[in-house]
T-cell receptor, first 110, second 115 residues
């Protein structure tokens, strides 16, 4: 059972819309990553969070450690934002590895 | 600065044949990871190296998969013999160390199709 859950699994939006992708996990973590994967391409790290909020351009990532929840927001979405967005966590206990969600496939329509 | 480089990008082989993937991590990165990603799924760790030592290979199917990182830099992942179910993307990643505070950088992946 995958303990890193993302929602929604698929998301279609009109260009310019505000996008929110959610990630929840079940036990304590030391870090959470938001990653972007384009079709046929590799994975690009967008953010690494352990608390609070980070912003880069039109992307904003937040994390609530107490609620074990993180969100990735995209403002003024653009067709080039179309990709799979993956949440990955590094747990406090156990192996020092990343555990991945199954991803959210975003399609932004012009 | 070059990112994580993987080759080949695409490989099609018949079942029971061997295949090998190569990864060159970012210069100076001590930690190297090999991940397996099936279609529509998130990546799953196969093996993690700290320098030349495999510190976590618990998910590596050792009957047919092997990996090495002899000089603590480049790494190869081998499958012999390949099975139909091995068709997937094999991702290599690296980071400065395995600590939580370091960003992990991914290569573009090696796409394997076993026919």
């Amino acid at each position: 059972k995958n303990e890193v859950e993302q929602s929604p699994q698929n998301l279609t939006a009109q260009e310019g819309e505000f996008i929110t992708i959610n990630c929840s996990y079940s036990v304590g973590i030391s870090a959470l990553h938001w990653l972007q994967q384009h079709p046929g391409g590799g994975i690009v790290s967008l953010f690494m969070l352990s608390s609070g909020k980070k912003k880069h351009g039109r992307l904003i990532a937040t994390i609530n450690i107490q609620e074990k929840h993180s969100s990735l927001h995209i403002t003024a979405s653009h067709p080039r934002d179309s990709a799979v967005y993956i949440c990955a966590v590094r747990y406090l206990t156990g192996a020092n590895n990343l555990f991945f969600g199954t991803g959210t496939r975003l399609t932004v329509i012009p | 600065e070059a990112g994580v480089v993987q080759s080949p990008r695409y490989k099609i082989i018949e079942k029971k044949q061997p295949v090998a993937f190569w990864c060159n991590p970012i210069s100076g990165h001590n930690t190297l990871y090999w991940y397996l990603q099936n279609l529509g799924q998130g990546p799953e760790l196969l093996i993690r190296y700290e320098n030349e030592e495999a510190v976590d290979d618990s998910q590596l199917p050792k009957d047919r998969f092997s990996a090495e990182r002899l000089k603590g830099v480049d790494s190869t992942l081998k499958i012999q013999p390949a099975e139909l179910g091995d068709s997937a993307v094999y991702l290599c990643a690296s980071s400065l160390s395995g600590d939580a505070g370091n960003t992990i950088y991914f290569g573009e992946g090696s796409w394997l199709t076993v026919v």
